[in-house]
């Protein structure tokens, strides 16, 4: 008996079962969630013989390079120029195509998108979609279905689907660490993850550079008149001055949720792309995915995302006004 008994999610099994040139791709901005579904999905369908390519428009960021095939992840603009044709893709943790890159068309290399994620959907995404918002992370669901497809579970995939787990949980932390997932990770350290050593590696393995960027960011910490909402900025200009990236502003807004009068805690990045990208986060009943959703954002309830086209300044201004108002459902003065 199938570990999910959901007619779409068995669709799914039997395609990949059935097909062998096989695309596994995720979001833009990836994360701990999406790297090891992409890694672990690859892994267990080599393993029944299928050809695999793995592609991101964005590289895997530093502390999951230590996972097993991270290496083998391409570029999109490497397939562009191959223009490969592939049996099927397979879309992981995404709630719209458009979040993959927008200048990447699926279409162009297959005529069939399978769809797996765990987030509210934003938008139809793929010819069969799976979407369960119960589960933890897409991580619980590609382990389950690896099992299902008769997948055995090595060290190296369990390794990967305990960071996918354990990253999105928030290190077990966060209202989506349900019994499940819990289950799942007991099964995992038996199949050979090793909690000490991903601790370590996802948490304990920063750059000096990620480090400084920490505090020159966290120095830009402000707050409302309330104190209920506390928000931190990212500059092109500082992350390069740090000699850091992107990537390693993943996880610093969580300091500001560790405020004991903050609600909603928010990191505004301006990359010098025309785009400001806001990564929020909450604290006890504020819904924040509810807020991203309104600007075709996403997330979970308490960590979500979104994109906005507009100054630095007016970006700041237009969330915080916004904000001050969405609250006032939740927080009681």
């Given at each position: 008996?199938?570990?999910?008994a959901d007619?779409?999610?068995?669709?799914?099994?039997?395609?990949?079962k059935?097909?062998?040139?096989?695309?596994?791709?995720?979001?833009?901005?990836?994360?701990?969630?999406?790297?090891?579904?992409?890694?672990?999905?690859?892994?267990?369908?080599?393993?029944?013989?299928?050809?695999?390519?793995?592609?991101?428009?964005?590289?895997?960021?530093?502390?999951?390079?230590?996972?097993?095939?991270?290496?083998?992840?391409?570029?999109?603009?490497?397939?562009?120029?191959?223009?490969?044709?592939?049996?099927?893709?397979?879309?992981?943790?995404?709630?719209?195509?458009?979040?993959?890159?927008?200048?990447?068309?699926?279409?162009?290399?297959?005529?069939?998108?399978?769809n797996?994620d765990?987030?509210?959907?934003?938008?139809?995404?793929?010819?069969?979609?799976?979407?369960?918002?119960?589960?933890?992370?897409?991580?619980?669901?590609?382990?389950?279905?690896?099992?299902?497809?008769?997948?055995?579970?090595?060290?190296?995939?369990?390794?990967?689907?305990?960071?996918?787990?354990?990253?999105?949980?928030?290190g077990?932390?966060?209202?989506?660490?349900?019994?499940?997932?819990?289950?799942?990770?007991?099964?995992?350290?038996?199949?050979?993850a090793?909690?000490?050593?991903?601790?370590?590696?996802?948490?304990?393995s920063?750059?000096?550079?990620?480090?400084?960027?920490?505090?020159?960011?966290?120095s830009?910490?402000?707050?409302?008149?309330?104190?209920?909402?506390?928000?931190?900025?990212?500059?092109?200009e500082?992350?390069?001055?740090?000699?850091a990236?992107?990537?390693?502003?993943?996880?610093?807004?969580?300091?500001i949720?560790?405020i004991?009068?903050?609600?909603?805690?928010?990191?505004?990045?301006?990359?010098?792309?025309?785009?400001?990208?806001?990564?929020?986060?909450a604290?006890?009943?504020?819904?924040?995915q509810?807020?991203?959703?309104?600007?075709?954002?996403?997330?979970?309830k308490?960590?979500?995302g979104?994109?906005?086209?507009?100054?630095?300044?007016?970006?700041?201004?237009?969330?915080?006004?916004?904000?001050?108002?969405?609250?006032?459902?939740?927080?009681?003065?």
């Open positions: 008996m199938a570990r999910i007619e779409k999610y068995l669709k799914i099994a039997e395609k990949l059935a097909l062998d040139h096989i695309l596994i791709t995720s979001h833009i901005n990836p994360d701990g969630d999406n790297i090891a579904s992409i890694v672990s999905l690859g892994m267990g369908l080599s393993q029944l013989g299928k050809t695999v390519t793995m592609a991101l428009v964005s590289p895997v960021p530093h502390i999951y390079k230590f996972l097993s095939c991270t290496d083998k992840i391409y570029g999109f603009e490497k397939l562009e120029e191959e223009r490969p044709k592939f049996d099927c893709a397979i879309v992981l943790d995404v709630g719209s195509l458009k979040r993959v890159g927008e200048s990447v068309d699926i279409r162009k290399f297959t005529g069939l998108v399978l797996i765990h987030h509210v959907k934003t938008e139809n995404c793929g010819d069969i979609s799976f979407v369960d918002s119960s589960y933890s992370s897409t991580a619980e669901i590609i382990y389950n279905l690896l099992v299902d497809m008769g997948v055995k579970i090595t060290p190296e995939i369990a390794e990967a689907l305990y960071v996918g787990i354990m990253t999105d949980t928030g077990f932390q966060f209202q989506n660490t349900t019994s499940s997932a819990m289950r799942a990770v007991s099964e995992l350290i038996e199949a050979g090793g909690p000490e050593k991903i601790s370590q590696k996802v948490y304990f920063n750059r000096a550079a990620k480090i400084v960027l920490m505090g020159k960011v966290l830009t910490l402000k707050f409302d008149p309330s104190g209920k909402i506390g928000w931190i900025t990212a500059t092109k500082v992350i390069d001055e740090c000699g990236n992107s990537d390693d502003l993943e996880n610093v807004i969580n300091n949720t560790s004991e009068t903050v609600e909603v805690a928010i990191l505004f990045r301006d990359l010098h792309d025309g785009k400001i990208k806001l990564s929020l986060r604290r006890n009943s504020v819904d924040v509810k807020f991203a959703l309104k600007y075709q954002g996403g997330g979970h308490k960590a979500a979104m994109v906005l086209d507009a100054p630095l300044d007016e970006a700041v201004n237009k969330v915080i006004f916004e904000f001050r108002d969405y609250i006032r459902e939740y927080v009681k003065n």
